[in-house]
Structures are given as structure tokens and as C-alpha cells.
């Protein structure tokens, strides 16, 4: 072929414009394929942890949810049915908080401590067989705030659930944006210009009948250097979100705690029930005051529903063998993610000693022809450094790759 776009030579040749054409797909597939295999086990390590992390923070509030309902049970029995609907909607909105719906802590926190006042009313304060109507239930809901028959335990349990549930719920969010980008860079456009160079670098040889030469060190690296150029913009950035992740992770202890937080909430609930027991008189008075007396009916008082075998078996695999577990699983996490800290920024380099290029000392292929050691100069990493390149021209930023390096900004500074 003597219409050669790339690989034409003083030798004869034995490619034509179309096995030329097909090559060229071929040495792009060649480098996708490699940066996906390179970062495979990076991708694995932060999509398996995202999941591991979401489950047990599923399991966790089944669990407190649990502790809460089992308390109701042995030690409120009378109240267990009543306080068993919000119970279940207070923990639903921990979860979905948790994973990303945007619910107010302090709102659901109120929820649950003004729903309860009701059911403590009618069964501590005014014992025995009576039913509160529904406008004089309204009525204690709406006292609440006014009277703060649990002193100032909604406020600490407010306190609690912001501090430790939007540290956990930034975590997720962080490990689901890792795996974001990720995806994004193993799936990188390459301009035509490095679509030319890979060409050149890894199948014009082939044109030769040279099918066994690899290419020069020196060589390699100002390709793939080249082609990779926005790739390792994402270096700065990627290092600050394993380091915000590190810090985050080492701050989520006491009161940031999820685990402590979550399953000390039922020993609140009952220190706010035993508030309401020993203010009694008083609390009556208020509530005449604000009001009126309750209109009674008789009614019968209902045994607990909630079934504390149903779940055990799966609270049994949720073995705590220690108080930090979770803390345990994030300190290993990070520790394996520190590993990855400089990924973008060395991936050009990994690529061609690992796979691409030739070994020291041995013949090699600088673009034109097999020779003892390619005498370019070679560049270095990021977009700035590529304007001596020899083998490529790299224009501007991708704005893929910008918009990723923006969410990593971000989510280091949430």
C-alpha cells in the first residue's frame, strides 16, 4: 500500500489503507483494555466496600430498631402496640436519610418524641383502661414542644443522629463517586492524534513483518504520557479524596459514631419515658391547662405484637465481637485504598513497564524502526509537561475528565 496515513516507511511494507484503518481500532481497544485490567482490582476493592458498608448499615438499623421494640415489650409493655407504627417510621427515615433521601434528622427526631407523648399521657400519667380521642391525641402532640415532657433528650438524640448518620451517609456517597470515577476513566476518548501514535507505536511494526518488537521505554512513556495526559490531572484531586475519605473515617468515633449512636437510642427512649413517670403530676397539670381533660373510653389494653425471634436469626450473623466493628472495616478499607493514592498520576509509567514497552537492554521500536535505545527526550505526567512532546499533540482538557476532577473537588469538601 502506498497510501499509508501512519505507518509508511522507507521498506517495503505489507499493510494496506484498510488493514492500516483496522489496526488503528485495534491499538485503541489494545489501551482501553489494559487501563481497565490496571484498575480492575481498584474498582473491586471500593465496589465491594460500598456494598459490605450500605449492608451493615442496614443490618445496624433492623438491629436498633429491634432494641427499641424489645424494650417497648419488657419493660412498656402496655404501650408496645401504640409506639410500634413509629418505631418503624422513625428507623425508616434513619435509613433513608442513611442513603441519600434528603430528610430532616431534627424533623423525624421531633416526630417520634411528639408522637410518644401521646401514648405515655394516656398510660403513665393517666393509667388505666381509657383511649384518648384523636383531637385530645392532636392536642398532647401539638404540647409537646411547649411542655418538653422529656426534658432535653430530643435535643441530645437530634444531636446524635445529625452527627453520626451525615458522616456515614457522606461515606457511601464518597465510595459511590470513587467507582464513578473509575468508570469514567477506564472508558476514556482518545483524540485522534493519540489514536495515531498508539497505531504507530504498537502495529506499524507489523507492517515490517517485525511482530515481535516491542517498543523503547523512553518511546512508550511519550505515548502513553501523551494520551493519558488528562488522566493525570485526576492525580491531585484523587490523592485529597482517599486522604478526605481517611479523615472522615478516623473522626466517625463517640458521638459520630453510627453504631454507638444507633444502638444506644433505645436506653434514651427509655431515660425520656422514665422523665415522664417521675413528672407526672406536673406534666397533668400542663396538659389541663393547655388541654382540658382527656374524654375516656374503656378500652382494652393489647399484648405486644412485636415478634423478637422473627429477626434473631439474622441479628445472630450480626455478631458485635467488639465495640468498633465498623470502625475495624473502615480503618482495613482505608488501608487498602492508601495503596491507590498516587493510581492516576503513576498509570502511564504502570502501563508500559508492566505490559507495553520492551525490557532494558534489549532492541527496540522508536516509531520507525528497531534500535539499540530510543534519544528523544522524554516528558512527563499532566497536560503541562506534554508541550515537548515528541510523539503527540495534546490539546486542552477533556471536559469528561474535568467534570469528574469537579465532583471529586466537591465531595472533599462535603
Known amino acids: 500500500g502506498v497510501d499509508l496515513q501512519v505507518c509508511s516507511s522507507k521498506n517495503p511494507t505489507c499493510c494496506t489503507k484498510k488493514m492500516e484503518e483496522r489496526y488503528q481500532i485495534a491499538a485503541r481497544q489494545d489501551i482501553q483494555q489494559v487501563i481497565q485490567a490496571t484498575s480492575a482490582t481498584l474498582k473491586f476493592l471500593i465496589s465491594r466496600n460500598a456494598a459490605a458498608f450500605q449492608e451493615t448499615f442496614e443490618m445496624l438499623i433492623k438491629l436498633a430498631e429491634n432494641y427499641t421494640s424489645t424494650l417497648f415489650c419488657n419493660a412498656y409493655r402496655n404501650m408496645a402496640v401504640e409506639a410500634a407504627t413509629h418505631i418503624q417510621e422513625f428507623f425508616t427515615d434513619v435509613g433513608l436519610f442513611i442513603f441519600g433521601t434528603d430528610v430532616s434528622t431534627e424533623g423525624f427526631v421531633n416526630r417520634f418524641f411528639d408522637t410518644l407523648f401521646p401514648i405515655a399521657y394516656s398510660h403513665m400519667i393517666k393509667p388505666g383502661l381509657t383511649d384518648v380521642s384523636l383531637e385530645y391525641a392532636e392536642c398532647l402532640r401539638m404540647a409537646t414542644r411547649d411542655i418538653r415532657p422529656f426534658g432535653s433528650i430530643p435535643a441530645v438524640v437530634a444531636r446524635q443522629m445529625e452527627r453520626s448518620l451525615l458522616p ?41 513483518g517485525l511482530t515481535l518488537s516491542k517498543p523503547c521505554m523512553g518511546y512508550c512513556l511519550n505515548v502513553v504520557r501523551g494520551c493519558l495526559a488528562n488522566l493525570a490531572e485526576v492525580d491531585l484531586h484523587w490523592r485529597g479524596y482517599i486522604q478526605a475519605l481517611e479523615e472522615l473515617s478516623s473522626a466517625m468515633h463517640g458521638t459520630y459514631d453510627l453504631e454507638h449512636v444507633l444502638l444506644n437510642f433505645h436506653s434514651l427512649v427509655n431515660d425520656a419515658l422514665i422523665q415522664v413517670h417521675i413528672n407526672g403530676p406536673e406534666l397533668s397539670e400542663q396538659v389541663n391547662k393547655i ?19 422473627k429477626d434473631n436469626q439474622v441479628l445472630k450473623m450480626f455478631s458485635r465481637d467488639s465495640e468498633e466493628t465498623l470502625a475495624n472495616r473502615r480503618k482495613a478499607f482505608i488501608g487498602h ?45 499532566g497536560i503541562k509537561a506534554q508541550s515537548g512532546n515528541p510523539e503527540v499533540k495534546v490539546k486542552g482538557t477533556d471536559p469528561v475528565i474535568s467534570q469528574i476532577i469537579d465532583k471529586l473537588k466537591h465531595v472533599i469538601k462535603v
Open 168 to 208: 456515614s451517609r457522606t461515606f457511601l456517597q464518597a465510595l459511590n463517586l470513587g467507582i464513578e470515577v473509575i468508570n469514567t476513566t477506564d472508558h476514556l476518548h482518545f483524540s485522534k492524534d493519540c489514536s495515531r501514535a498508539l497505531l504507530r507505536m504498537q502495529y506499524c511494526p507489523h507492517c515490517q
Open 337 to 381: 485504598l492508601r495503596l491507590y493514592r498516587a493510581f492516576y498520576g503513576g498509570l502511564a509509567d504502570q502501563l508500559c513497564a508492566n505490559e507495553l514497552a520492551a525490557a532494558d537492554g534489549l532492541p527496540c521500536w522508536n516509531g520507525e524502526d528497531v534500535v539499540r535505545s530510543y534519544t528523544h527526550r522524554v516528558v512527563g505526567n
Open 291 to 309: 388541654c382540658g381533660s382527656p374524654v375516656r373510653k374503656p378500652m382494652q389494653s393489647p399484648g405486644c405484637s412485636f415478634d423478637q425471634n
